[in-house]
């Protein structure tokens, strides 16, 4: 499994696994003609997916049409299970910028067929992620701009406040489920303006407090 960097650290984190939310940000429901949930929507991405800066991403033979999606990441600090809101800050240890980046041919494809989007999500290198922040340092997760250029052109731009589930609400429905192990990610929803990348394209992708990643398309 991949280490990922803590800011400011020696420390490391393994994730087990990478939870992803589905349509969290109404306007990006709305570009892909999505129904809003009711509750969170959720997929994964297996570790084997996870880039760190410096690393490429790998555009597979198998899909036409790749998209970025900017997300921001929530990692766990501590195992738990069956999170109550009021205690779910005590379980994360900090926060982190992660791509979701998706092949769109294969997931529609996938939903025409009411099947799981596994493969349009979890090939090599889908997952690019940050070094970690720690929590003190973000004190308002709910209230940060998230952003992503492409070739130095800004394609998605918003606020984490948009988010239709928060944080709280996202480790508690989650944690009814399935327990959260320490260093598990939780991707939580991509903003609008989701676009295609091609081979040489340049992606770059910052949240507030968090900072700045970059990656190369080949």
């Known amino acids: 499994m991949r280490s990922i960097k803590i800011k400011n650290s020696p420390e490391t984190v393994c994730p087990t696994k990478i ?45 036409q049409d790749v998209q970025h999606e900017v997300e921001l990441g929530v990692v766990m600090g501590k195992s738990g299970k069956h999170i109550m809101r009021p205690k779910a800050a005590e379980y994360i240890l900090g926060y982190c910028i992660i791509l979701d980046i998706t092949a769109r041919d294969i997931q529609q494809e996938e939903k025409k067929k009411g099947a799981p989007w596994t493969l349009a999500k979890g090939f090599d290198t889908f997952a690019p992620v940050s070094q970690i922040v720690r929590k003190e340092e973000i004190p308002h997760p709910e209230n940060l701009s998230i952003r992503l250029w492409v070739n130095s052109v800004l394609r998605q731009d918003s606020n984490t406040g948009f988010m239709i589930f928060g944080i709280a609400e996202i480790v508690e429905y989650i944690s009814s489920y399935m327990t959260l192990e320490a260093g598990d990610i939780i991707a939580t929803g991509t903003p609008e303006g989701v676009g295609q990348v091609k081979s ?5 992708a910052g949240i507030e407090g968090i900072g700045r990643v970059r990656f190369e398309v080949v």
């Open 19 to 63: 939870i992803c939310l589905g349509r969290n940000y109404r306007k990006h429901a709305e570009e892909l003609g999505n129904v809003v949930p009711d509750n969170p929507i959720l997929f994964f991405k297996p570790p084997s997916s996870l880039i760190l800066e410096g690393e490429k991403i790998i555009l597979p033979p198998q899909s």
């Open 200 to 204: 040489g394209d340049v992606v770059e």
